[in-house]
């Protein structure tokens, strides 16, 4: 099964370059249906992915870069991950460079003079305005740094820590069987707020973007039990039910459910891949919200209606009360 990364990067600072030499090798790597001369173009640079561990657990291994490099050439970038409007840019160069200890993939990329909006895009990425960006990619094996297997099938968990025979190591993944990059992508300054794009190793979701989970409910049954992934940016979060009852829930009683932490949720996304069970996806809609709650709209197989979602609180703990309503 192919999974799907996504990873947050830095614009370069870099704003002179051989537009010349640019040029013949856009002409050369992109062939373009008409060659661009260095007055045609803007140029620039982003550094995309380093050797070092990133916060999800994950990191890209030396031996895996200039494969990396090779997928990145001709891939678009786009504003935003806007999928549906066109590649604003390509990327047409990408290098190996060493930073200190580390190194990265720096990528350049190159877009049209004359194509609409070439030059807000250029004063907003020179203006600090589209200060990051991120990048999409496909890979099928989360190679576990302990044990060497696919770390969705053994036992660690990437950022904890192991006894090993050289002391004790914490976790991680490298990034294997790398497939495609499907594209990268400019964002707003600070609008890594919407963190679900860079919540890593969830199945299923190649070539979606995030816009694309928003506003969608995944829905896992195994026996007794239900796993509901809300895509909301009010609710950002799992419930997990131990009892999915799904005729007391006709009869308006209330199911209880455990929401699922961040960081657990990475945790349980790399295990969900392990239990059989069956899963439906629907769309969502906040219809109402209050001090006690949401009142959503579900769409789709199991869950089609309306419900309620409150918090509560039982010996400590927090809870998620979830009600059909007439
Ligand atoms: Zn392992």
Redesign the pocket.
């Given at each position: 099964m192919n999974l799907y990364g996504r990873l947050m990067v830095n614009l370069s600072e870099e704003r002179d370059f051989d537009r010349e030499r640019f040029a013949d090798l856009i002409n050369a790597a992109i062939k373009p249906p008409r060659n661009v001369s260095a007055e045609d173009i803007y140029v620039r640079a982003i550094y995309l992915v380093s050797n070092k561990v990133n916060s999800y657990g994950g990191r890209f291994p030396d031996d895996e870069l200039s494969n990396l490099c090779e997928l990145i050439i001709d891939s678009p970038v786009l504003v935003g991950h806007n999928k549906s409007g066109l590649p604003i840019a390509r990327n047409f160069k990408a290098e190996v460079i060493e930073r200190g200890d580390e190194k990265w993939v720096k990528v350049w990329f190159y877009w049209l003079k004359e194509s609409e909006g070439s030059k807000a895009l250029l004063s907003n990425i020179d203006g600090g305005i589209y200060k990051e960006g991120s990048i999409g990619f496909i890979f099928s094996r989360p190679e576990?740094s302990?044990?060497?297997?696919d770390?969705r099938n053994?036992?660690?968990a990437p950022l904890k820590r192991y006894p090993t025979e050289n002391g004790e190591q914490v976790?991680h993944y490298d990034y294997r069987n790398i497939e495609k990059v499907l594209e990268t992508s400019l964002v707003f300054r600070g609008a890594t707020r919407d963190t679900r794009v860079t919540n890593e190793l969830i199945a299923d979701m190649a070539g979606e973007t995030s816009e694309a989970d928003t506003n969608r409910y995944k829905l896992k049954r195994i026996k007794d039990s239900a796993i509901i992934a809300f895509g909301h940016e009010d609710i950002l979060f799992t419930v997990i039910f131990p009892q999915f009852n799904l005729s007391s829930l006709k009869t308006k009683k209330s199911l209880v459910g455990y929401p699922v932490s961040r960081e657990k949720e990475s945790h349980l996304n790399l295990r969900l891949d392990k239990l059989k069970g069956k899963q439906e996806s629907g769309k969502l809609e906040i219809t109402k919200k209050t001090r006690n709650g949401f009142h959503l709209n579900l769409k789709g197989g199991t869950l089609d209606g309306k419900y309620l979602i409150r918090p509560a609180f039982w010996d400590r703990k927090r809870l998620i009360l979830f009600t059909r309503l007439a």
């Amino acid at each position: 099964m192919n999974l799907y990364g996504r990873l947050m990067v830095n614009l370069s600072e870099e704003r002179d370059f051989d537009r010349e030499r640019f040029a013949d090798l856009i002409n050369a790597a992109i062939k373009p249906p008409r060659n661009v001369s260095a007055e045609d173009i803007y140029v620039r640079a982003i550094y995309l992915v380093s050797n070092k561990v990133n916060s999800y657990g994950g990191r890209f291994p030396d031996d895996e870069l200039s494969n990396l490099c090779e997928l990145i050439i001709d891939s678009p970038v786009l504003v935003g991950h806007n999928k549906s409007g066109l590649p604003i840019a390509r990327n047409f160069k990408a290098e190996v460079i060493e930073r200190g200890d580390e190194k990265w993939v720096k990528v350049w990329f190159y877009w049209l003079k004359e194509s609409e909006g070439s030059k807000a895009l250029l004063s907003n990425i020179d203006g600090g305005i589209y200060k990051e960006g991120s990048i999409g990619f496909i890979f099928s094996r989360p190679e576990c740094s302990i044990c060497g297997d696919d770390i969705r099938n053994c036992s660690h968990a990437p950022l904890k820590r192991y006894p090993t025979e050289n002391g004790e190591q914490v976790c991680h993944y490298d990034y294997r069987n790398i497939e495609k990059v499907l594209e990268t992508s400019l964002v707003f300054r600070g609008a890594t707020r919407d963190t679900r794009v860079t919540n890593e190793l969830i199945a299923d979701m190649a070539g979606e973007t995030s816009e694309a989970d928003t506003n969608r409910y995944k829905l896992k049954r195994i026996k007794d039990s239900a796993i509901i992934a809300f895509g909301h940016e009010d609710i950002l979060f799992t419930v997990i039910f131990p009892q999915f009852n799904l005729s007391s829930l006709k009869t308006k009683k209330s199911l209880v459910g455990y929401p699922v932490s961040r960081e657990k949720e990475s945790h349980l996304n790399l295990r969900l891949d392990k239990l059989k069970g069956k899963q439906e996806s629907g769309k969502l809609e906040i219809t109402k919200k209050t001090r006690n709650g949401f009142h959503l709209n579900l769409k789709g197989g199991t869950l089609d209606g309306k419900y309620l979602i409150r918090p509560a609180f039982w010996d400590r703990k927090r809870l998620i009360l979830f009600t059909r309503l007439a």
